[in-house]
């Protein structure tokens, strides 16, 4: 399993740490040990995640990114809803029931929507990598996608060691997406 800072994590989605000091924010498929979730509220800000790998307390919430059906919180919930390097949306082979690469798309526009439930009017849903794969789907729902530069530039680093992205993939890691509910 790969850790990745909250520094990066909050560079690669966008977030300015002034800006959503007042939102209540979900990370969805935070990780095993929660690190953007602690970083946020250790910097006062209130933060919320979801993963399979975390024990139910005041602020974790124990569920697969992957069986997504029902976020266990109130509609209009959060200020901001991320989610990041979450392979639950990528790839359809996290998922041994899903051999149709259109049904999985259907099914992360599903888990796309419901985590747009949680969040408030104005609020907005910040995923890295992007979404571009989505974007027809997405947009058949009258839904607001923009695509953002992530300043990735096809270099991966895991532990202290950079590696090349698939030119495959390129597109994809160099943006994050983000909608917004007007």
Same mark, same amino acid.
């Given at each position: 399993?790969? =850790?990745?800072? #909250? ?27 929660? &690190?953007?979730?602690?970083?946020? !509220?250790?910097?006062? @800000? ?20 992957? &069986?997504?059906?029902?976020?266990? =919180?109130? /509609? ?10 979450? #392979?639950?949306?990528?790839?359809? =082979?996290?998922? +041994?029931?899903? +051999?149709?690469?259109?049904?999985? /798309?259907?099914?992360?526009?599903? @888990?796309?929507?419901?985590?747009? !439930?949680?969040?408030?009017? /104005? ?16 947009? !058949? ?7 953002? #530069? /992530?300043?990735?530039?096809? =270099? ?9 992205? +698939? ?8 943006? !994050?997406?983000? @909608?917004?509910?007007?």
């Amino acid at each position: 399993m790969t =850790r990745f800072s #909250p520094e990066l994590q909050l560079d690669n989605l966008g977030i300015d740490l002034i800006r959503v000091k007042k939102a209540k924010i979900l990370d969805v498929g935070c990780g095993r040990n929660a &690190d953007l979730v602690n970083f946020l !509220r250790n910097q006062g @800000i209130e933060a919320e995640g979801i993963d399979g790998l975390v024990h139910n307390e005041d602020h974790l919430i124990q569920g697969w990114v992957l &069986d997504l059906k029902s976020i266990p =919180r109130p /509609s209009k919930n959060y200020g901001v809803v991320v989610t990041h390097m979450n #392979p639950s949306l990528y790839d359809p =082979r996290t998922d +041994k029931n899903e +051999k149709n690469a259109e049904n999985f /798309s259907w099914r992360a526009a599903r @888990i796309i929507l419901e985590m747009l !439930r949680v969040v408030q009017q /104005s609020g907005e849903l910040r995923c890295f990598p992007s979404l571009k794969f989505l974007d027809e789907k997405i947009k !058949r729902l009258d839904l607001p996608i923009e695509h953002e #530069p /992530s300043y990735f530039k096809g =270099r991966w680093i895991l532990g202290h060691v950079p590696v090349d992205v +698939k030119p495959a993939y390129q597109d994809m890691f160099d943006y !994050r997406t983000i @909608i917004r509910k007007d």
